[in-house]
């Protein structure tokens, strides 16, 4: 190929190269880097300044609300309620999961048609059903179905407006922990399980010992992706009046008409506490991640 | 060892075997004798690792049986029929026999030492110094004395090797099946490996061994077994089976691989 140009520059004498003072080569720097950067900072300018000018923000009215007693409440009530329905969520997923993966044909199927409900209708509209649970069964007991009740009990004791919350959004939740520890699981060579079945370990303990924990690893950072969303996702129970953040925040905009102040102090704390969760998180995956890093071999 | 057994250890009869439509096993008959080295040995395909594997159930018997210690693994004989046996029983039965597979399956997420101490301790309930005793002296015996606090991802593939022959050992198994255990391995660290698995013989282990290493099966084997197509072909000592095989077949494979 004579026509070939990729070569078609000058010729340089090594020994030239060699003969000069400076052996590293002058870096390049990229040109758009410097106004990108620049545009970049004259934007979060505008931003702070119109942070700092619109009076409509009203920075004193939100740190006069960031500790009220009725928000920190309701964050209580928020953590509360985050850790409740992720703990349902977590159970119930855990056993569709295995459920799924390793039942009989009806147990399996019974796991994907709960799986294709709980996933397919919206939380908002299963959290207001749990709400409003009392008016569809104002009694639950015992009894034989289209019977009398042997023994009964009013809904509304049993199943108090938080369990309603918690119950709403943990069965959700479980729909989707059950596909992402099914993930997990499956992320495991058949050579593990098959390794501990050799050695005589039954299901039980194969599932516990070999599997899990090495599916951990897979399950770990979408498991905290929810827990960061479901965070977020119990503002929706304000619907049912359980008094979580926002509730309370709604609560007082709706006394003193100061709703944008109101609502950077909840944005403001459920900032703080899904950066918390973020750090939880980091630490975790760091914890099961442990036989897999290159370094540090031994413990 | 609570029982003296006496008789063979492996006492196979018409083992029939289907993935779906294709025919792996065509009735293998096999006797494995008390302290015998076994080695089967055929092209891929052939049924060896299908037919090691029915030995501790991991695969289940369509025809016929496999007597462990005169014992049945999968099925219970039960007025003049089999049946299958509970999952629960299958794994308590299947405690006593080894077995080391081919990719090592080392579990990664423990050390060394916990990899080797899990079975006794989950299995057979032992207390954790007894089964910490056991496996140091098992992993000094495999000449890995000195990681029992690494993880596997950081032992070369001869040593997981060594490690998972231990782990299996540490149930003081009286049969250990191994499913091609140097086939994974880089030429350099096979060596390592077949002499655990020669000294775990001179110690008068009962092995199944399912492996290409003619050299091997030469030097360590009572018997060579030659399957072919789900077939035992021929069987005998291997002086014979690999020095003067009787059968076509036989000839023809190991034409390929000697």
Same mark, same amino acid.
């Given at each position: 190929?004579?026509?070939?140009?990729?070569?078609?520059?000058?010729?340089?004498?090594?020994?030239?190269?060699?003969?000069?003072?400076?052996?590293?080569?002058?870096?390049?720097?990229?040109?758009?880097?410097?106004?990108?950067?620049?545009?970049?900072?004259?934007?979060?300018?505008?931003?702070?300044?119109?942070?700092?000018?619109?009076?409509?923000?009203?920075?004193?009215?939100?740190?006069?609300?960031?500790?009220?007693?009725?928000?920190?409440?309701?964050?209580?009530?928020?953590?509360?309620?985050?850790?409740?329905?992720?703990?349902?969520?977590?159970?119930?997923?855990?056993?569709?999961?295995?459920?799924?993966?390793?039942?009989?044909?009806?147990?399996?199927?019974?796991?994907?048609?709960?799986?294709?409900?709980?996933?397919?209708?919206?939380?908002?509209?299963?959290?207001?059903?749990?709400?409003?649970?009392?008016?569809?069964?104002?009694?639950?007991?015992?009894?034989?179905?289209?019977?009398?009740?042997?023994?009964?009990?009013?809904?509304?004791?049993?199943?108090?407006?938080?369990?309603?919350?918690?119950?709403?959004?943990?069965?959700?939740?479980?729909?989707?922990?059950?596909?992402?520890?099914?993930?997990?699981?499956?992320?495991?060579?058949?050579?593990?399980?098959?390794?501990?079945?050799?050695?005589?370990?039954?299901?039980?303990?194969?599932?516990?010992?070999?599997?899990?924990?090495?599916?951990?690893?897979?399950?770990?950072?979408?498991?905290?992706?929810?827990?960061?969303?479901?965070?977020?996702?119990?503002?929706?129970?304000?619907?049912?009046?359980?008094?979580?953040?926002?509730?309370?925040?709604?609560?007082?905009?709706?006394?003193?008409?100061?709703?944008?102040?109101?609502?950077?102090?909840?944005?403001?704390?459920?900032?703080?506490?899904?950066?918390?969760?973020?750090?939880?998180?980091?630490?975790?995956?760091?914890?099961?991640?442990?036989?897999?890093?290159?370094?540090?071999?031994?413990? | 060892?609570?029982?003296?057994?006496?008789?063979?250890?492996?006492?196979?009869?018409?083992?029939?075997?289907?993935?779906?439509?294709?025919?792996?096993?065509?009735?293998?008959?096999?006797?494995?004798?008390?302290?015998?080295?076994?080695?089967?040995?055929?092209?891929?395909?052939?049924?060896?690792?299908?037919?090691?594997?029915?030995?501790?159930? /991991?695969?289940?018997? #369509?025809?016929?049986?496999?007597?462990? +210690?005169?014992? $049945?693994? *999968?099925?219970? !004989?039960?007025?003049? %029929?089999?049946?299958?046996?509970?999952?629960?029983?299958?794994?308590?039965?299947?405690?006593?026999?080894?077995?080391?597979?081919?990719?090592?399956?080392?579990?990664?997420?423990?050390?060394?030492?916990?990899?080797?101490?899990?079975?006794?301790?989950?299995?057979?309930?032992?207390?954790?110094?007894?089964?910490?005793?056991?496996?140091?002296?098992?992993?000094?015996?495999?000449?890995?004395?000195?990681?029992?606090?690494?993880?596997?991802?950081?032992?070369?593939?001869?040593?997981?090797?060594?490690?998972?022959?231990?782990?299996?050992?540490?149930?003081?198994?009286? /049969?250990?099946?191994? #499913?091609?255990?140097?086939?994974?391995? +880089?030429?350099? $660290?096979? *060596?390592?490996? !077949?002499?655990?698995? %020669?000294?775990?013989?001179?110690?008068?282990?009962?092995?199944?061994?399912?492996?290409?290493?003619?050299?091997?099966?030469?030097?360590?084997?009572?018997?060579?077994?030659?399957?072919?197509?789900?077939?035992?072909?021929?069987?005998?000592?291997?002086?014979?089976?690999?020095?003067?095989?009787?059968?076509?077949?036989?000839?023809?494979?190991?034409?390929?691989?000697?």
């Amino acid at each position: 190929m004579s026509t070939d140009t990729r070569f078609h520059h000058d010729r340089v004498d090594l020994a030239d190269l060699v003969a000069i003072a400076d052996h590293e080569p002058v870096r390049r720097r990229a040109a758009g880097q410097a106004v990108g950067g620049a545009v970049i900072l004259v934007l979060a300018g505008f931003v702070v300044a119109i942070l700092v000018t619109n009076p409509g923000f009203d920075w004193p009215t939100v740190g006069r609300y960031l500790f009220d007693v009725s928000v920190l409440r309701g964050i209580a009530v928020t953590l509360e309620l985050t850790i409740a329905a992720m703990s349902v969520g977590i159970v119930c997923g855990v056993v569709l999961a295995v459920l799924r993966q390793s039942g009989g044909p009806i147990p399996r199927s019974a796991a994907t048609l709960y799986i294709w409900f709980f996933r397919g209708t919206p939380v908002l509209v299963q959290v207001l059903f749990w709400g409003f649970a009392a008016s569809l069964f104002p009694r639950i007991g015992l009894g034989i179905p289209g019977g009398e009740f042997l023994v009964s009990w009013d809904t509304n004791e049993v199943i108090p407006i938080f369990a309603a919350a918690v119950l709403g959004l943990g069965f959700n939740e479980a729909a989707y922990v059950a596909e992402i520890v099914r993930g997990g699981l499956l992320s495991v060579p058949a050579g593990q399980s098959e390794a501990a079945d050799a050695l005589g370990l039954g299901r039980l303990a194969t599932l516990r010992f070999v599997v899990l924990p090495q599916a951990m690893r897979a399950i770990i950072p979408p498991i905290g992706n929810q827990f960061i969303s479901m965070l977020k996702m119990t503002s929706v129970v304000l619907v049912i009046g359980v008094g979580d953040l926002l509730e309370s925040v709604t609560q007082i905009y709706s006394r003193n008409y100061r709703q944008i102040p109101l609502l950077i102090v909840a944005s403001i704390w459920y900032l703080v506490m899904t950066t918390l969760l973020t750090l939880v998180q980091a630490r975790l995956e760091k914890r099961f991640g442990r036989s897999l890093s290159r370094v540090g071999g031994t413990r | 060892m609570t029982d003296v057994a006496t008789g063979p250890v492996i006492q196979a009869h018409d083992v029939h075997k289907s993935f779906g439509n294709l025919e792996v096993l065509k009735g293998i008959d096999l006797t494995v004798e008390r302290g015998e080295v076994v080695c089967l040995l055929g092209a891929s395909g052939s049924g060896k690792s299908t037919f090691l594997r029915c030995v501790n159930h /991991l695969e289940t018997v #369509d025809r016929g049986f496999i007597l462990v +210690d005169g014992r $049945l693994i *999968g099925s219970d !004989l039960v007025r003049g %029929r089999l049946h299958e046996a509970r999952p629960s029983v299958v794994t308590e039965r299947r405690s006593r026999i080894g077995m080391v597979f081919q990719q090592f399956n080392l579990f990664g997420h423990m050390t060394v030492l916990e990899n080797v101490i899990l079975a006794p301790m989950r299995v057979k309930k032992e207390p954790r110094e007894v089964a910490v005793e056991r496996a140091v002296r098992l992993l000094r015996r495999v000449g890995l004395g000195n990681k029992q606090d690494s993880y596997p991802a950081h032992l070369s593939g001869g040593q997981q090797q060594r490690v998972a022959i231990a782990r299996a050992l540490a149930m003081e198994p009286t /049969l250990m099946l191994f #499913d091609e255990p140097t086939s994974a391995l +880089d030429p350099e $660290l096979v *060596g390592e490996v !077949l002499d655990v698995m %020669r000294d775990l013989a001179a110690s008068g282990m009962t092995m199944m061994v399912v492996t290409h290493e003619m050299g091997f099966a030469r030097q360590v084997a009572g018997t060579a077994v030659f399957m072919s197509e789900g077939r035992v072909v021929e069987q005998g000592p291997p002086e014979k089976v690999i020095g003067a095989p009787d059968h076509e077949r036989t000839r023809a494979f190991l034409g390929k691989v000697l």
